[in-house]
């Protein structure tokens, strides 16, 4: 394989919403929903799930996630993931356009990937207000008259994702400042859509219209890193994602990200992972 498939919302959605209740059993007789989520992929579109019961193992950009019981998630768009294993899972997912995802809401996000933790457990209250929000944009989606129910199933779906997000600024133990946040995720959006051509932390600041050492504040605060280790660790990420689930060389996924010296990026490499490419392909393929 040399590269990793993307998935579209138009492709599985015209609306932009796609909602899937999963009961127990499902998983293991659905083919067509195992073969969504058990191949290697990434999405345009975040994609919330509500455990309700059951046991699932999922891989999200190398970190491995074993969820049991009750449990609400998010795989963000551009993650590469897919599923291990499920058993007698029951539950819901949505999968949502990230143009219904409102930017307040999206800060909150960027602060779950920042932790490093997409799943919650939320408490008895949320989780009878998540019960109840999926079971009402279920009814709306499934209603004999989708022409006049699309505008309540829109409303529904987007503020479904911000109780969602409300859940987990709740979850959260930093208070960050609104203005830093909001520019550290306009920085952050911009690399993953221009890490191929942008490499600077000046040139961000300056597609952002603010000084390098603004940028570099507002980032460092917000992440406890300066602009130049994400833009360094974006390509990084990338280029792991590439060795295992590709087989491209070393030399062509350097060149895919931007660099032309392969031996400069082979460096970079070594520097943030702490061994060389070939290595981690290596190790990481056993």
């Not at 830093?180 to 600041?205: D, E, W």
Request: charge should be neutral.
């Amino acid at each position: 394989m040399n590269q990793i498939p993307t998935h579209q919302i138009h492709e599985i959605s015209t609306s932009g919403i796609v909602l899937k209740h999963v009961r127990e059993g499902d998983a293991a007789q659905n083919g067509e929903l195992v073969l969504h989520v058990s191949e290697v992929h990434r999405d345009n579109y975040y994609v919330f799930f509500f455990l309700e019961s059951g046991d699932v193992r999922m891989l999200v950009d190398f970190k491995e996630y074993h969820i049991r019981d009750t449990a609400l998630g998010c795989v963000f768009p551009g993650q590469v993931h897919h599923w291990i294993a499920s058993d007698n899972v029951s539950g819901w997912a949505m999968c949502l356009d990230a143009t219904f995802v409102k930017d307040e809401w999206k800060e909150i996000f960027e602060t779950v990937l920042i932790s490093g933790n997409s799943v919650v457990v939320p408490d008895t209250g949320a989780l009878r207000d998540l019960r109840f929000c999926f079971e009402l944009l279920d009814r709306k989606m499934q209603s004999a008259d989708r022409l006049s129910a699309q505008h309540t199933v829109y409303a529904l779906a987007i503020a479904l994702s911000g109780i969602i997000a409300e859940m987990y600024r709740q979850h959260q133990t930093k208070v960050f400042n609104k203005r830093l946040m909001s520019i550290t995720l306009q920085f952050k959006t911009l690399i993953a859509s221009r890490l191929k051509t942008v490499k600077s932390p000046a040139s961000y600041a300056s597609l952002l219209h603010i000084s390098p050492a603004y940028l570099n504040e507002a980032v460092k605060k917000t992440t406890g890193f300066p602009a130049g280790y994400w833009i360094q660790s974006a390509a990084v990420l990338e280029a792991k994602r590439l060795l295992f689930y590709t087989d491209r060389s070393i030399r062509e996924i350097a060149f895919e990200l931007g660099y032309d010296d392969h031996t400069y990026f082979t460096r970079l490499f070594t520097k943030l992972s702490g061994i060389p490419p070939s290595l981690f392909r290596t190790n990481y393929r056993k």
